[in-house]
């Protein structure tokens, strides 16, 4: 009786231990479908030494969507809960409001004005390997996926007073050392203007109104611990006066500013990414120290660049005039002054760096 039993605890087992083996096999083979059904190929062309994809086959992918102004010449560009915007001629990725430290991502645009991106984007702003073939390259695509990064569900930006934005921005430091915020109207963010889409962005640093000695070996700092977006080392001024008037009469007959047209006018820049959605664009630099490039770690002591006028007439007439730095703060992309009036943002700047 007892063998009996012994023997059926036995092919118990080995019945028990077949159907796991079973069951792990079927399970390896169900893993392999799945993942040779979520590869993605797409064809690939080489545009100005870059293999690039076609804005309309990575879209039919991925079931994004996109939107192309030909005026402005900015893509904005939707993949599941991630938002992309990009501008032609900035090597800046924005996903989410958060700008990535890479400048291999850049719109390629032909005479047809078609829309292709680099194969980093798959790489860098979706986060998947890409495999190369002959003519296609193959990539993992699993369908819809939670947004990466970005402001929280509870973040209510357009709704904050003036305390809420002197606590999410006293972080920052000065960004030039001995200098003082100006409190001159025009130089405030927000600042009407019959020019330039109607507002001044950002916030200027002028010697005659900030102090500090302001010149072109006057250094400006990172303002806080972030990591280098931007650095325009190879940064080329508009060839003269007669080009750069070209751009400004163009905007002038459109009655706004192109944004490819604005981003030439802020001259030499210098983007810094800090935690929480904040982010620096520094513009007009006349130089930028050789160490700081694209990933670069920074903080308040680190001088990211020197004071300039490029991108200004002063720059193209070969003078020394308009020398000032122009910072803009963006929050999430956003400029940080959009739920304040002209008062209360004097208030945050001084309350921020007095």
């Known amino acids: 009786m007892v063998k009996r039993f012994l023997v059926s605890l036995l092919l118990l087992g080995a019945i028990a231990a077949g159907c796991q083996q079973e069951t792990e096999q079927n399970e390896e083979v169900e893993e392999v479908a799945e993942n040779e059904e979520a590869l993605a190929e797409i064809p ?13 086959d990575l879209v039919q992918i991925t079931g994004g969507e996109y939107s192309f102004d030909e005026l402005h010449r900015t893509l904005q560009l939707t993949i599941d ?5 990009m501008i032609d001629e900035v090597p800046v990725l924005e996903r989410n409001g958060e700008y990535l430290a890479t400048d291999d991502i850049y719109l390629v645009i032909n005479e047809e004005d078609e829309v292709y ?14 495999t190369f073939k002959e003519e296609t ?7 819809p996926a939670e947004a990466v990064g970005g402001p929280p569900e509870s973040f209510n930006f357009e709704e904050w007073n003036v305390d809420q934005m002197v606590d999410y921005l006293d972080f920052l430091e000065k960004p030039i050392k001995g200098a003082e915020v100006s409190t001159i109207a ?3 963010p927000g600042a009407p203007r019959t020019y330039r889409n ?3 962005e950002g916030i200027d640093w002028y010697d005659h109104s900030s102090g500090g000695n302001i010149y072109t070996d006057t250094p400006i700092y990172a303002m806080g611990e972030g990591i280098v977006v931007r650095a325009d080392h190879d940064f080329v001024e508009y060839p003269s006066p007669e080009v750069r008037n070209q751009d400004l009469a163009l905007t002038s007959q459109l009655g706004e500013t192109p944004e490819y047209i604005f981003d030439r006018l802020r001259g030499r820049q210098v983007w810094v990414q800090y935690p929480n959605g904040v982010m620096n664009r520094f513009a007009h630099l006349y130089d930028i120290p050789e160490d700081i490039q694209v990933g670069s770690r920074v903080n308040a ?12 007439s002063g720059a193209v007439n070969q003078d020394l005039t308009e020398l000032h730095l122009h910072q803009d703060l963006l929050i999430y992309g956003e400029l940080f002054w959009k739920p304040l009036n002209q008062e209360e943002v004097k208030e945050v700047l001084q309350r921020i760096w007095d």
Request: aromatic share 14%; net charge negative; hydrophobic share 40%.
């Open 186 to 188: 025009s130089h405030l």
């Open 198 to 200: 109607g507002f001044h």
């Open 137 to 143: 390259a193959t990539f993992s695509w699993f369908g």
């Open 44 to 56: 690939i062309e080489v545009l100005e030494n870059e293999a690039v994809v076609h804005i309309d």
């Open 81 to 85: 809960e991630d938002q992309f915007y």
């Open 301 to 312: 002591e680190s001088i990211i660049g020197y004071v300039g006028n490029s991108g200004t």
């Open 117 to 130: 991106l680099p194969i980093a984007f798959i790489e860098k702003g979706l986060n998947t390997p890409v």
